[in-house]
C-alpha cells in the first residue's frame, strides 16, 4: 500500500480545516504576541522573551491541532482513515506532518516581530531560526499525538497538556534562566526538550554563554522526535 | 463472504459478546438484528477490523490479515465519519487517497457516485450545510468508492427523519439492482431489517435465531393481540392456553384467530382491558417472542 498519499490526504486535510476556520490563526498569533509585549515589557527587556514567544505560538498550535484527534478517533473522520488499508505509520506521518507545518508557519508569522527588537535579524541568522522553529513544531506536534492518542476526552487532554507541556515550556527558559535557579531545576532541564529547542532559537537569536551548544541542541530535539515517532507509531491501532 | 467463529468480545468483567457465529454467502443482504446493548456494534467493530475479539476467528472476503481485509470492505458508522468543515469532494478525495486512489481514476468515481446518489452539483458545499439524508448519501458514495467486496453498514438509519429513512431504503434498493455486494447491516429498526434475504438476532452478545425474515415470522402462529390494561398478569392469567407476554402496561397473545379472541376477551374483562391491537406477526413479536424483550 502506497505510503505517501493517505499520508497526503491527511496533511492536506489539516491546511483544509485550517484555512476554514481563520480564527484558529488569529488567536494563536495574537496570544503569544500579547504575552510577549505584557511579560516582556513588564520586565523591561522584550529581546529575553522573544524566543519565548516563538515557542509558545508553536506549542499552542501544535496542541490544539491535535486535540481533534481524539474525537476524531473514537467518532468522525479518524474512524473511516482507521478501517483503510492506509499504513498506520502514514496516518501518523500525515497527521503530525500537516500539524507541524501549521504550528512552524505560525511561528515564522511571530518571527516577522523580529525586526522590533535588537536581536540578530540576517537572513542566515533567520534561515536558521525557522529550521530550529520546524524540529519545534515536530516535536511538539508528536508529543501531542502519543498524549492525545492515549486520551478519551479533551478535557483529559487539558489537563495532561497543564501538567507536561506548559510546566515544559516554562522550565525551558522562556521566562527565567533555569540554570540560575535550585539544583532540582538545573537537572529536571537537562531532561526537559523544550528547554533545547528553546536554548537553540536563542543561540541563532543571541548567543552567549550558559547555554547549551547547538549541536547538542539539534541532537537532543532530533533524539526526542525519534522517540516521540515510535511511540506513535507504536500506539497508532 | 463473511463468516464468523465463536467470537467472544470482554469489555474487562464484562462479556459484549459470546461465542457468536455467522455466515453470509455472497451477494446476500444480512442483518444484525437487536436492541441497543445487544452486541451488534461490537460484532460490526470486530468484521470492520476495529476491535480484536478475545477469541474466535473471522473470514471477510476470503481474507483473514485485518490489512488486507481492509481492501475489500467498504464501511457506514452509525456517527458521520465525514469532516463537517470539508467539501463533498475534499472528503471523497481524501477517501479516495486513503485507499491509494489517484488522479482521473479517482476523480472518474467520484463523478460516477456523486451522479449515482445524486449529489451532482453539491462538490462543493461544506458538509456541515448538508441535511442528515445527503450526508448519509455522501457517506456510503465514499465507502464504495474503492470498489469494495462487501458493505458494512452500522444502523445507517440512525437520527434520520421518516422523508430521509424512506429516500435511504429506497437508495439501497437501488445499489441493490445495481451491483454484485455483499451487505451486512447492523439494525435495531423493522423496516431495515425485512429488507434484508437473512437475519441473525442478538440479545445480551448471543445468536438467538437466525433465518429469512419470512421464516422467523412463520415462527408466531396465527395473529398476535395485544391489550393495553393496568393488569397484565390478570389477563394473562385468564387464557393460559395461549402464548402470552406480558410487559409494562400490556399483555400480547398468539392467537389463531384475532379478532374473534379479541372479542371475547373484551366481553369477559369490561373495563379491565384499555387498548386492543390486532395484528399480523412481525419480526418484533419473533423477538420478543425468543428472547423475552422487545426491540
Known sequence: ?237 | MVSADAIRVDYGARRALDDTSLVVGAGEWHGILGPNGSGKSTLFRVLATLLKPTSGRFVVAGETDPARIRRRIGVVFQSQSLDQKLTVEQNMNAQGNLYGLSGSTLSGRITKLLWQFHLNGRESEPVQQLSGGLARRVEIAKALLHEPSVLLLDEPTTGLDPTARREWLQLLTDLRRERELTVLVTTHILDEAERCDRLTLLHEGRVVSGGTPADLKGQVSGDVVQFGTTEPARVAAQYPMYESRVGDGWVRFETPNGARFAAQAADALPGVIQTIAIQKPTLEDVFLRTTGTRL
Open chain 1, 1 to 237: 500500500m502506497n505510503f505517501l498519499l493517505p499520508a497526503w490526504a491527511l496533511t492536506r486535510r489539516e491546511f483544509l480545516r485550517f484555512w476554514g476556520e481563520r480564527s484558529r490563526v488569529a488567536g494563536f498569533v495574537i496570544s503569544p504576541l500579547l504575552f510577549w509585549i505584557v511579560v516582556g515589557s513588564g520586565f523591561g527587556n522584550l529581546d529575553y522573551f522573544f524566543a519565548g514567544a516563538l515557542t509558545m505560538t508553536v506549542m499552542f498550535s501544535a496542541m490544539f491541532s491535535m486535540m481533534s484527534l481524539i474525537e476524531d478517533r473514537r467518532e468522525g473522520f479518524l474512524l473511516s482513515v482507521l478501517v483503510s488499508p492506509a499504513p498506520r505509520a502514514s496516518i501518523f506521518f500525515g497527521k503530525v506532518v500537516g500539524a507541524a507545518i501549521l504550528a512552524w508557519l505560525q511561528g515564522l508569522f511571530v518571527l516577522c516581530s523580529v525586526f522590533f527588537t535588537t536581536l540578530r535579524q540576517d537572513p542566515v541568522t533567520l534561515l536558521c531560526v525557522a529550521g530550529a522553529l520546524l524540529l519545534t513544531a515536530l516535536l511538539l506536534t508528536t508529543v501531542s499525538y502519543v498524549i492525545a492518542w492515549k486520551l478519551s476526552s479533551t478535557q483529559a487532554f487539558h489537563a495532561v497538556i497543564n501538567l507536561l507541556l506548559v510546566p515544559g515550556w516554562m522550565l525551558s527558559g522562556a521566562i527565567f534562566d533555569p540554570l540560575l535557579s535550585f539544583a532540582w531545576v538545573r537537572m529536571l532541564v537537562q531532561f526537559n526538550p523544550l528547554y533545547y529547542a528553546h536554548s537553540l532559537v536563542r543561540q541563532f537569536l543571541s548567543p552567549g554563554p550558559g547555554l547549551p551548544e547547538i549541536s547538542n541542541c539539534v541532537w537532543a530535539l532530533a533524539a526526542s522526535i525519534g522517540i516521540g515517532a515510535v511511540l506513535a507509531a507504536r500506539s497508532t491501532k
